[in-house]
């Protein structure tokens, strides 16, 4: 079996502080968005904030609008982790849970690749698991 690594996890203002204790409980690092910036902060600024964290950014967000408003200003999150929770907040937890051990092995999978690209996606519905590089 792999030895667990620590990951770091930026939570959106709209994820429960539930998702925040099975990070904590599997040993990892959260910072929570509202310790760090006002509620409503843009998108774009929440991605960069992430970034700055070395974070994987954790949202409820349909709409998170962090790719689509900076490809406007010519600018990219190519390096950008993260977990779209894509399911009912009542299931959030279940379904994070399960989903734990598929996130630490992509993101170690993640920090395998070239410099350039080292993010991991990972979208969680109530029905399955996506992940993307």
Partial sequence: MPRRTKLRFFLDQNVPDSVRTVFEKRGHDVTLLRTVLPTGTPDPVVAT???????????FDKDFGAKR???????????????????????????????????????????KRTATRKRMIVEILGFGIKTFR
């Avoid at 904030?49 to 950014?57: K, N």
Wanted: glycine share 2%; with cysteine.
């Fill in 49 to 59: 904030t992430a970034q700055s964290y070395d974070a994987i950014l954790v949202s």
């Fill in 69 to 111: 408003e900076l490809s406007h200003l010519g600018l990219r999150h190519k390096n950008l982790s993260r977990i779209h929770l894509r399911c009912k907040e009542p299931e959030a937890v279940a379904r994070l849970t399960v989903a734990m051990a598929l996130i630490e092995a992509e993101w170690r999978e993640s920090r």
